[in-house]
Structures are given as structure tokens and as C-alpha cells.
Nanobody, 121 residues
Framework: QVQLVESGGGLVQAGGSLRLSCAAS????????MAWYRQAPGKQRDLVAR???????NYADSVKERFTISRDNAKNTVHPQMNSLKPEDTAVYYC???????????????WGQGTQVTVSS
């Protein structure tokens, strides 16, 4: 079983910055994509940023120019740097990884437990 452990959430004032971390552990052959999603109360879970193994990235329009996602393939970690935070960025942030188990060929998807980010105005 692959586990994702998140850290770095918290309370920050508008205009401030936070850096989240997510580490994947377990019987992993490879991770094709690592991503962060967020879910605000009463809303659906939406993609914030995704990074593929070769470095290609996708961002939600609402975070472009403010968030930067990076990953360390050797350590199976992913880090979104979130700058110029706004109150509307307040949500629970979830890490996600698409991976292949050792000895396998099927891609699975795993989620972290979520970390709260609160931006005060």
C-alpha cells in the first residue's frame, strides 16, 4: 500500500506564502504524476497543480503566476510553493499520486489525508 504524507498547511495572512510537502512511500516502481487538489467547504475537489515525471506541469487558472510545483523523483516528494495567497485559496489541500507498484504494470491513484490552508484577509 502506498501512503502519501502531507505537511506544511496552516494559517497565513493574505499576500503571504506557504510551502506544502507531500512524500510518497511504499512499494513503488514509479510515479507518473504527482498533484495537489483542494476542496473548500461545500465545493468540489479541484486540481490546483500537477507535475509529471519529466517535469511537465499543469496549473489551475486561478493559481497561475502565484503557485509553483516541483518534485524530487528520487525521494518521491512534491512541493507546491504558494505565493501571494488570497482568502479564496482557503481550503483543504490534498496530495495525489498516480503510481505503479513494484513488479506491476497497472497505474493506481493514491490520496493523502489533506492539510488545511487558511488565508485571512
Amino acid at each position: 500500500q502506498v501512503q502519501l504524507v502531507e505537511s506544511g498547511g496552516g494559517l497565513v495572512q493574505a499576500g503571504g506564502s506557504l510551502r506544502l510537502s507531500c512524500a510518497a512511500s511504499g512499494s513503488i516502481s514509479g510515479i507518473s504524476a504527482m498533484a495537489w487538489y483542494r476542496q473548500a467547504p461545500g465545493k468540489q475537489r479541484d486540481l490546483v497543480a500537477r507535475i509529471f515525471s519529466r517535469g511537465t506541469t499543469n496549473y489551475a487558472d486561478s493559481v497561475k503566476e502565484r503557485f509553483t510545483i516541483s518534485r524530487d523523483n528520487a525521494k518521491n516528494t512534491v512541493h507546491p510553493q504558494m505565493n501571494s495567497l488570497k482568502p479564496e485559496d482557503t481550503a483543504v489541500y490534498y496530495c495525489n499520486a498516480d503510481y505503479i507498484k513494484k513488479g506491476g504494470s497497472v497505474t493506481f491513484s493514491s490520496w493523502g489525508q489533506g492539510t488545511q490552508v487558511t488565508v485571512s484577509s
